[in-house]
Structure formats: structure tokens, C-alpha cells
């Protein structure tokens, strides 16, 4: 398996005063998945839970639903020219009447951890269709139980504590409980890494629960929450325009600037118990 932290010298300047010494980075490596032996796109990724990233990712592209659409996934060996396995390439393979992903969806290209999966040629062709809509009837969330995920988020970060440069998602029960939890440079891989132990745990879809990322949330972030049937995400940082119309359109609570008890509820205001202040 790849190493997810690495050491590296750099010079170190603290009030003016340099100093050399070794400094811990995330490892990040390029992981192609394969779906019954055809690439079908490459992404940058930290090393670690890859099969819950490729899960994940046929999850949010509507490709698999259920753990029995999947037989199996494997490292690839001979995943180079003298034949040794980096660890780098995973095939999945799909149950019987299970239709392989449309041709349209293969990517020719690198897929950046920062920007996710920009090359799709259509706001279109990244609304997939959900299986699970999301009910209007689900359990609200007290206000005091979302204030205090972010800090939870973030004393489970263990990568983080050492590197200070992963994204992290994280799955939440309606209490408030951590159950979990996934750090990858990508964001959008966290949030496949979340979804892939669900679907290969067999608890889609995922009602009943909250996800919490730790950077900005995203039109595919929404996405691919909408899709595997969280009601609720939260992040503590900003969310786009588009992610708003999207979340709104799915009937999913989408709560941004998450910040203790401040927080911006943008959709599906109505799952938050909160007392409104008079104006």
C-alpha cells in the first residue's frame, strides 16, 4: 500500500530567523480505476481506503446502487513495465445485468484533486439522476448538535495533525455520532471515500444522516450527496451558486460558513430546529 505522509527538507523561517529541517507532507498519487478491465478515469488521490474511492465515485456517477452490483474490486498487478504493482490502478468488476458506465463517462485525462471532475462538457451530464429522492418527512437536526460536528470532524483528522494539507468528510448520525470518516487531498475523493464504505457496507441509501466536509461545498459535492440520499450537508466553508440551485432542487439541507453556532442555512431550512431571533 502507499505511504499517505512523506518527508521532505525545506528551509524554515520563523521572525525573520532560517532554519533548515525535515517537514511532513499528504502523499499524493495518481489511482486509475478500471471498470471490468477498461480505464475508466484517473484521479489524484492520498493512498488509503482506494476501494471505498472507486465505490464511491460509480456510486456518484450512477454506475452501482447497492453492494450486490458489485462482485469485486483489485489492485491491478503488473500496473508497470517490469511488472510490479504500484498500488496505483484498481478494476471493479460489476454483477451480472449490471451495465457498464456509458462511453460518455471515461476521462481522457487527469482528473486534478482540486477541481474534481471539470471536463464534463455539460451542467447536464453531472445531474444524475437520483435513485433515492430525498424525503421532506426525514428528522429535523437540532442547531447544537450541528454546531458541534465540525469540531469533531476535526479531532478525527489524524493525517491532518501531521500534514495540515487533507480535506476531510465525514458521516454523522442525526445524534451527532461520528461513524465515518475519510482525508484525501481531493475533497470530492472524501466524499467518494465516505460513500464507497456505505455502499460496500450496504447501508445506502444513506438517510438519517449528516455529511460534514471541511472546505467549500461544491455543485459536485452536492451531487453526489443528493445521490447517495443524505439529507444534509454541511461544510465549514462556503458553498457555489450552483451547489445552492442543486440542493434546493433536490430537497436536500444545504448549511455553509459552519462555525460553531453561526452557520448559513442556504436549503431545506426546515430540517433545523432553531429559534429564530424577532426582528
Not at 6 to 34: F, K, M, N, Q
Not at 154 to 179: M, N
Request: with cysteine; hydrophobic share 40%; charged share 25%.
Amino acid at each position: 500500500m502507499g505511504r499517505v505522509t512523506a518527508r521532505r527538507r525545506v528551509l524554515r523561517i520563523r521572525d525573520g530567523v532560517p532554519s533548515h529541517r525535515p517537514d511532513t507532507l499528504a502523499v499524493e498519487e495518481p489511482l486509475e480505476i478500471r471498470v471490468g478491465g477498461r480505464p475508466l478515469t484517473i484521479t489524484m488521490r492520498t493512498p488509503g481506503h482506494d476501494f471505498d474511492l472507486a465505490a464511491g465515485f460509480l456510486v456518484g456517477e450512477g454506475v452501482v446502487r447497492a453492494a450486490e452490483d458489485v462482485v469485486g474490486i483489485r489492485y491491478c498487478a503488473g500496473a508497470t513495465a517490469d511488472g510490479s504493482n504500484t498500488y496505483n490502478v484498481v478494476d471493479v468488476a460489476l454483477a451480472p445485468g449490471v451495465p457498464l458506465p456509458e462511453a460518455s463517462l471515461e476521462r481522457n485525462f487527469y482528473t486534478t484533486s482540486s477541481c474534481g471532475l471539470c471536463g464534463k462538457a455539460s451542467l447536464d451530464a453531472v445531474r444524475t439522476k437520483a435513485t433515492w429522492p430525498l424525503d421532506d418527512d426525514s428528522p429535523g437536526i437540532d442547531l447544537e448538535t450541528v454546531a458541534a460536528l465540525p469540531d469533531r470532524l476535526r479531532e478525527a483528522q489524524r493525517v491532518f495533525d501531521s500534514t495540515g494539507g487533507l480535506h476531510a468528510a465525514g458521516l454523522f448520525t442525526t445524534d451527532g455520532e461520528l461513524t465515518c470518516l475519510r482525508e484525501d487531498v481531493g475533497r470530492h475523493n472524501a466524499v467518494d471515500k465516505v460513500i464507497g464504505d456505505a455502499l460496500r457496507a450496504n447501508r445506502l441509501p444513506l438517510r438519517d444522516t449528516i455529511m460534514v466536509v471541511s472546505g467549500r461545498a461544491s455543485f459536485e459535492l452536492v451531487q453526489k450527496a443528493v445521490v447517495a440520499g443524505v439529507p444534509v450537508l454541511a461544510a465549514v466553508s462556503a458553498p457555489s451558486s450552483l451547489a445552492v440551485d442543486l440542493a434546493a432542487d433536490s430537497g436536500l439541507t444545504l448549511i455553509g460558513f459552519l462555525r460553531g453556532r453561526s452557520m448559513n442555512v442556504y436549503t431545506g431550512t426546515d430540517r433545523v430546529r432553531a429559534e429564530l431571533a424577532a426582528s
